[in-house]
């Protein structure tokens, strides 16, 4: 049981440029997110998802976009790279519609943006 | 979503019983309150969670009063490896996601 599996872990990438970060689970959990956290920061929630199909907008959206095609993917993509996207981003998954069961959360990716 | 007040660190021993205490004056009547630990390099990790009185688990206990302001993560017999920033939130269960402010980081020194 692998759990909530994040990749790439670490990825440095130009100004302008655009990439997807992979999130996957196998625990057939409905809701799943997106946070970064910055140094010395608790983590900010960027987007969300109740279900396949269904996403929206946490507290720091902008610059990033997501979709929900399937329970086990919730991909997060940087169209246009900029430096204060240099973070850490945790993805997190957990039963039910809402945040208060128990998340389950990945190791991270750490991201550069040059 | 009620907000947090928590001390930015602690220190203590090994053995030592650390209490963490959580203030959250404005909690509103359907809110729970959680507790996560993250060590560094790795994502927060679920620890117990409460509505009132009382919770105890194999990790940690959790405490609550009546007037649910305050609550206060209770870490028996610590150990280097409880070493880590421990999150306090409150939540009413919505699907907008989770509010982490800066956490606790406690040290355990030998």
């Known amino acids: 049981n692998a759990g909530v599996t994040q990749t790439p872990k670490f990825q440095v990438l130009k100004t302008g440029q655009s990439m997807t970060l992979q999130c996957a689970q196998d625990m057939n959990h409905e809701y799943m997110s997106w946070y970064r956290q910055d140094p010395g920061m608790g983590l900010r929630l960027i987007h969300y998802?109740?279900?396949?199909?269904?996403?929206d907008q946490g507290e720091v959206p902008n610059g990033y976009n997501v979709s929900r095609s399937t329970t086990e993917d919730f991909p997060l993509r940087l169209l246009s790279a900029a430096p204060s996207q240099t973070s850490v981003y945790f993805c997190?998954?957990?039963?039910?519609?809402?945040?208060?069961?128990?998340?389950?959360f990945g190791d991270g990716t750490r991201l550069s943006i040059l | 979503l009620a907000k947090t007040t928590q001390p930015i660190s602690m220190d203590s021993y090994e053995g030592q019983e650390v209490n963490i205490t959580c203030s959250h004056n404005n909690i509103a009547t359907n809110d729970y309150i959680t507790w996560y630990q993250q060590f560094p390099s790795q994502g927060p990790r679920f620890i117990i969670q409460?509505?009132?009185t009382k919770v105890t688990n194999e990790v940690a206990s959790l405490f609550i009063p009546a007037d649910r302001k305050s609550s206060t993560l209770s870490l028996p017999r610590v150990s280097l490896s409880d070493t880590a920033v421990y999150y306090c939130l409150v939540s009413g269960g919505g699907a907008d996601g989770l509010t982490f402010g800066k956490g606790t980081h406690l040290i355990i020194q030998p």
């Open positions: 409460g509505y009132k």
């Open positions: 997190a998954s957990s039963y039910g519609g809402n945040s208060n069961q128990p998340q389950h």
């Open positions: 998802s109740v279900g396949a199909g269904i996403t």
